[in-house]
Nanobody, 125 residues
Framework: QVTLVESGGGLVQAGASLRLSCAPS????????IAWFLQAPGKEREFVAA???????YYGDSMEGRFTIVRDWAKNTVDLHRYVLKPEDTARYYC???????????????????WGQGTQVTVSS
């Protein structure tokens, strides 16, 4: 069983920067891939980015260049950065983990067995 705890959401102004953190209960060398998804109001959950245990990063269509996923080794978190927030970034952001040696699509939410509760980000204009 893997638990994931997100933090860093809230009400922020457009133009500000944001860092969301995901604290998984597994070690970085466990083989789990950690990903971030977002779900905007009235829309389906969407893949943002993923970080494999080997350090490879993947981004969803239209997400690369907007978001950056990095690992904080000191805190054992997987962080998602957004540097110039826009109102359309308003969404609930979820952290997810999938088991090692899963060769299926990394962008498919159904391939992730473990999910955090999510953290709400609301961007005001």
């Amino acid at each position: 069983q893997v638990t994931l705890v997100e933090s860093g959401g809230g009400l922020v102004q457009a133009g500000a920067s944001l860092r969301l953190s995901c604290a998984p209960s597994v070690r970085p060398d466990s083989g789990y891939t950690i990903a971030w998804f977002l779900q905007a109001p009235g829309k389906e959950r969407e893949f943002v980015a993923a970080l494999t245990s080997r350090g490879y990063t993947y981004y969803g269509d239209s997400m690369e260049g907007r978001f950056t996923i990095v690992r904080d080794w000191a805190k054992n978190t997987v962080d998602l950065h957004r540097y110039v927030l826009k109102p359309e970034d308003t969404a609930r952001y979820y952290c997810a983990a999938r088991r090692p040696r899963n060769a299926n699509s990394i962008t498919d939410s159904s391939q992730y067995e473990y999910w955090g509760q999510g953290t709400q980000v609301t961007v005001s204009s």
